[in-house]
Nanobody
Framework: QLQLVESGGGLVQPGGSLRLSCAAS????????IGWFRQAPGKEREGVSCISSSGGSTNYADSVKGRFTISRDNAKNTVYLQMNSLKPEDTAVYYC???????????????????????WGQGTQVTVSS
């Protein structure tokens, strides 16, 4: 059974940093594109960042460019999201998701659409507040 588990969320002051982890079990992440999404109260789930199966392609939402960095360690079956210079508007539940792409992986990474991802974690809360 495919399972994704997020960790690393918490409460941080504005300007602070957190590193989220997305660990996979029951399957190897090697062939999957991975996305990080977030959902704030009363808002739709939105794409934050995405990385291709090889790690060669990444994409970021405009709101996090220059502050967040996605990476993957396939040997550890884990994907990370390093979040720096956090702002109150980054407060949300953060989810990682995986999708196995047979063709057009570049398009999926570029689009970061919720509908393109089939396996989801349970989410981890990130709260940015003073």
């Amino acid at each position: 059974q495919l399972q994704l588990v997020e960790s690393g969320g918490g409460l941080v002051q504005p300007g602070g940093s957190l590193r989220l982890s997305c660990a996979a079990s029951g399957f190897t992440l090697d062939y999957y594109a991975i996305g990080w999404f977030r959902q704030a109260p009363g808002k739709e789930r939105e794409g934050v960042s995405c990385i291709s199966s090889s790690g060669g392609s990444t994409n970021y939402a405009d709101s996090v460019k220059g502050r967040f960095t996605i990476s993957r360690d396939n040997a550890k079956n884990t994907v990370y999201l390093q979040m720096n210079s956090l702002k109150p508007e980054d407060t949300a539940v953060y989810y990682c998701a995986a999708t196995l792409i047979l063709g057009n992986e570049e398009g999926v990474v570029a689009g970061m659409r919720v509908a393109d991802f089939s396996s989801w974690g349970q989410g981890t809360q990130v709260t940015v507040s003073s």
